[in-house]
């Protein structure tokens, strides 16, 4: 027997979720920052910051932050660092 699910009259409400992100730069040939990859979306703080931590000998910077979202509304706030270290372009 399948339970028929009732509806209360209002829209979904979009789910929020915590953007995680790791992110690292490199120097160009011309001295200039850039990214050394794309900015890898990673599964908790804790492993953004151990990766990052891990990974801040090999290049010019490396940063970890998260952000609240609401992807399917296209809604992102305002990040926060968990860890910076070295050459990393200013959050905007």
């Excluded at 920052?33 to 990673?42: D, G, I, V």
């Excluded at 290049?59 to 970890?64: D, E, L, S, T």
Aim: proline share 10%; glycine share 8%; net charge negative.
């Amino acid at each position: 027997m399948r339970l028929k699910q009732q509806s209360t009259g209002q829209p979904p409400v979009a789910k929020s979720t915590t953007l995680i992100v790791l992110a690292a730069f490199e120097r160009g040939e011309d001295g200039e920052l850039r990214p050394a990859f794309e900015p890898q979306q990673m599964p908790s703080e804790h492993s953004a910051v151990q990766r990052a931590k891990l990974m801040s000998r090999g290049y010019a910077g490396v940063i970890a932050w998260k952000r609240p979202a609401r992807p399917d509304e296209g809604e992102f706030g305002e990040p926060e660092v968990l860890f910076s270290t070295g050459d990393v372009p200013d959050m905007e």
